[in-house]
């Protein structure tokens, strides 16, 4: 066998008893919880804004981050409820590449597993104790989704994956809302298919256990664009897209039908300064239509401290070593622009 067997990485609920979350942060996590199943279920019309850095990388410019998301979300609370992306695991192309907090505490040093997981966790744990948001976090690898399932509020899973069935069957289980990806080839079959699996109960082994779950209900779409054979983006967050994907959805008949749309990845062909513009054109379509503006419940966008991307060995704080992102004043403004424009 060509696998190496490291260290053997404690359970969940060992890592949990030792990194405990305080119980006054469980009620606050509750209610937030509570108040975003809300938006899903149309009880409650706030516009969801999941934004932040493409890949968390260090805590400090994370948080430092997330305090400044925290403060504009004090100001515009009665029109928008803000997700900080907090992106611990990072699914990449290749294999190659930085692969997210998870694996690398430490993007300048050598992996470490199970220093990995204790740093996303007391990550989100910070975050959520001083800000008061739970996060957004991309569900890459299912078995690893309970060491985080009680800090976490939101999770994606993303194009590569969203086609597998032990996503799928994980997200079953999950009681919060998952957002399910298009996949890169664009196929809207596959992530309507997915919604389908993950609004079902299944039985299935997980974590060295067999497990039943009763289906998540609020499992739901988020459109990323597409990349065709040749390479070439094509993007799904046209006027015509979001009818024709809304009009597909609908004929599902599944619960809670909502769309995210992410303005950046194939949606903005990683030109991640269009963002502002993607977001503007999605307003116009929603403010147009109205079955537009009861299914597309928010956007995902990508931004940091400083705009664009670095190499890993460049080491300016707070700027993104994965996707380009947008940075902090213009993230603002079109938080702003988007309170008062939805
Ligand atoms: O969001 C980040 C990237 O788009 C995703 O992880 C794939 O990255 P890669 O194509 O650079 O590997
Ligand atoms: C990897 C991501 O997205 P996608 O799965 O759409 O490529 C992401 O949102 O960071």
Redesign the pocket.
Known sequence: MGMKFIKKIPAADEIKEQMPLPEHIREIKAQRDQDLRKIFCNEDDRFILIVGP?SADHEDSVCEYIEKLAQVQDRVKDNIFVIPRI?TN??RTTGEGYKGMAHQPDPSKEPDLYEGIKAIRRLHIKALSEFYMPAAD?MLYPENYTYLSDVIGYN?I???SVENQQHRLAVSGVSTPVGM?NPTSGDLSVMLNSIVAAQQGHSFIYNGWEVATTGNPFAHAIL?GAVDSYGRNIPNYHYEDLINISSEYEKRQLFNPAIIV?TN?ANSMKLYYEQPRIAREILMSRRYDSLLKKMIKGL?IESYLVEGRQGIEENVYGKSITDACLGWESTEKLIYFIAENI
């Open positions: 493409c992106y990072k699914p991309e994606a993303g194009a590569r990806k990323r992410d990845h995902m």
